[in-house]
């Protein structure tokens, strides 16, 4: 099943510990990319990827990292969170960013920074 | 800040057609999306426009006017499951190639 799987689906955690929210896609896809959706706000893009080794700041990169060393592969990185980052998070794919193809999401994770 | 409007809330009555309209600002073009999303989920592709004009897509169609920075999607025939917020998406003027920018979300109501 051609899907894009985020793990994990919930975390609570204290400010500072470093920690990783994982995105893998099994549909080939060259881009890829993380958002935060919070009350009000929308969906805003943190980064992404329009293929292995090549990344680029969204709209709201501060404080977080990302690496695209496999093409099915996007982790998100906070080194040390903080609670402003409290926040539902999305990881998305799609085949090419040259075609504009529909992007396909993962199920969420949702991040609590106490 | 954000560059795409739509209206943050509608409601409808079972059966009605509702119309959500939003507004952007015109980039190079590739298109512009529309994704609907429950409580809860992940949005989901509705519909992808990137020449004028309107694509039906059975009970859904959405419309594109390029030269106006407008987009609106139609539901047809609405049901109480297409309670959920709509959002469109595109990239916007002078955004760099991969940056994509939703809309806040109109949450729809469906009534009985």
């Known amino acids: 099943e051609a899907q894009v799987t985020q793990n994990p689906r919930y975390l609570i955690t204290v400010t500072g510990k470093k920690l990783t929210v994982t995105c893998s896609q099994n549909?080939?896809?060259?881009?890829m990319s993380w958002y935060r959706q919070d009350p009000g706000l929308g969906l805003r893009q943190i980064y992404y990827?329009?293929?292995?080794?090549?990344?680029d700041k969204g709209d709201v990169p501060e404080g977080y990292k990302v690496s695209r060393k496999e093409k099915r592969n996007f982790p998100l990185i906070l080194e040390s969170p903080s609670p402003n980052q409290t926040s539902l998070y999305f990881c998305?794919?799609?085949?090419?960013?040259?075609?504009?193809?529909?992007?396909?999401f993962g199920d969420g994770t949702r991040l609590s920074i106490l | 800040g954000q560059n795409i409007d739509q209206p943050t809330e509608m409601t409808a009555t079972e059966g009605a057609i509702v119309q959500i309209n939003c507004t952007y600002q015109?980039?190079?073009?590739?298109?512009l999306f529309w994704y609907q999303q429950h409580a809860g989920e992940a949005p989901t592709f509705l519909s992808y426009?990137?020449?004028?004009g309107l694509e039906e897509k059975g009970r859904f169609s959405s419309f594109l006017s390029r030269s106006k920075g407008y987009s609106y999607l139609l539901l047809k025939e609405l049901q109480m499951k297409d309670s959920a917020s709509y959002l469109c998406a595109a990239p916007l003027r002078g955004s760099t190639l991969g940056r994509l920018y939703f809309g806040r979300g109109t949450q729809l109501t469906v009534w009985p």
């Open positions: 426009n990137v020449l004028d």
């Open positions: 549909m080939n896809h060259e881009y």
């Open positions: 998305a794919s799609s085949l090419s960013w040259a075609q504009v193809q529909p992007q396909h």
């Open positions: 990827s329009m293929n292995v080794e090549v990344t």
């Open positions: 015109t980039s190079g073009f590739n298109g």
